[in-house]
């Protein structure tokens, strides 16, 4: 069952990368039957426990910043992380956000510094949180 999680992340961000880096927007109807699909796997796995819910925490902060700022933080990235937090628990959903991060913001530091790019100027997110979640696999997360 834990195979059959993993697998639907990665086509989930594999999808929602793509579309991220080419329209910098993620489709709602995209992400949104994530959520109850990654509830029901967990069910069929047996897996109701608090270690899974409790990362939907993550995710609602994200809505949250994006309520806040007003798209800053885009909608689309905060419904696909609690899509991610409805397959997988806490720890690796961190992780990989900890990485998308970290990523993201070596590259926005990039484009400032080396091609001096406008601090205004999107980025697409979603990639850094695929590449995150393939190193936090290949870590054993």
């Known amino acids: 069952m834990e195979l059959l999680q993993r697998t639907a992340v990665l086509i989930l961000l594999g999808y929602c990368s793509w579309t991220d880096f080419h329209t910098k927007r993620i489709s709602a109807?995209?992400?949104a039957p994530g959520i109850p699909?990654?509830?029901i796997l967990a069910?069929?796995?047996k897996n109701w426990t608090w270690d899974y819910f409790s990362g939907f925490g993550i995710?609602?902060?994200f809505l949250g910043l994006s309520?806040?700022?007003?798209?800053g933080v885009g909608?689309?990235?905060?419904?696909?992380?609690?899509g991610m937090n409805a397959f997988l628990s806490w720890e690796p959903t961190l992780l990989t956000l900890t990485i998308a991060l970290l990523g993201t913001a070596v590259y926005g530091s990039f484009l400032l510094a080396a091609c001096h790019r406008k601090r205004s100027e999107e980025v697409a997110?979603?990639?850094f949180l695929l590449g995150g979640y393939v190193l936090?696999?290949?870590l054993g997360g």
């Not at 309520?67 to 798209?71: A, E, F, L, N, Y």
């Open 136 to 138: 936090t696999l290949f």
């Open 59 to 61: 995710g609602g902060v």
């Open 37 to 39: 699909a990654g509830i």
């Open 43 to 45: 069910g069929m796995g």
């Open 75 to 82: 909608m689309g990235d905060a419904l696909l992380l609690l």
């Open 67 to 71: 309520v806040m700022t007003r798209g």
């Open 125 to 127: 997110f979603i990639p």
């Open 29 to 31: 109807w995209a992400v």
